[in-house]
């Protein structure tokens, strides 16, 4: 290849893949993730029993859109957040196990119906 064209891989993390040499240029979107990140980045597995919980950390457990979210929250549907900061907003984790409680009992009780 060409110099210019190797430098410009290499400014933009751009490899063609070495089986195809006509396949067109893909770009590197990750990288190996430390020991220190992978355990950062865990999952959430167990909802917690107090505390606050994000909008990402609520929807592990009522997986629905932000929009249909944001509507039950308007339509009392799903419970009121809380500010905690002027661009922080979370929600109560007591107030979500009450939300999957009853919308258990909803769908417990439209099963025996």
Same mark, same amino acid.
């Given at each position: 290849m060409d110099f210019f064209i190797l430098m410009i891989l290499h400014l933009f993390d751009c490899k063609k893949p070495p089986e195809a040499p006509w396949a067109p240029m893909t770009r590197i979107t990750h990288k190996e993730k430390t020991p220190m990140q992978a355990s950062h980045n865990t999952t959430l597995l167990e909802l917690p029993v107090t505390g606050?919980?994000?909008?990402?950390? /609520?929807?592990?457990?009522?997986? /629905? &859109?932000? &929009? !249909?979210?944001?509507?039950?929250?308007?339509?009392?549907?799903?419970?009121?957040?809380?500010?905690? &900061?002027?661009? !922080? !907003?979370?929600w109560r984790a007591e107030d979500i196990h009450k939300l999957i409680n009853r919308l258990s009992n909803q769908a417990s009780n439209q099963g025996r119906q």
């Open positions: 606050f919980l994000r909008f990402k950390d /609520v929807q592990r457990f009522i997986p /629905v &859109s932000s &929009s !249909t979210w944001w509507k039950g929250v308007r339509e009392g549907i799903y419970p009121q957040p809380v500010r905690l &900061s002027t661009r !922080t !907003t979370a």
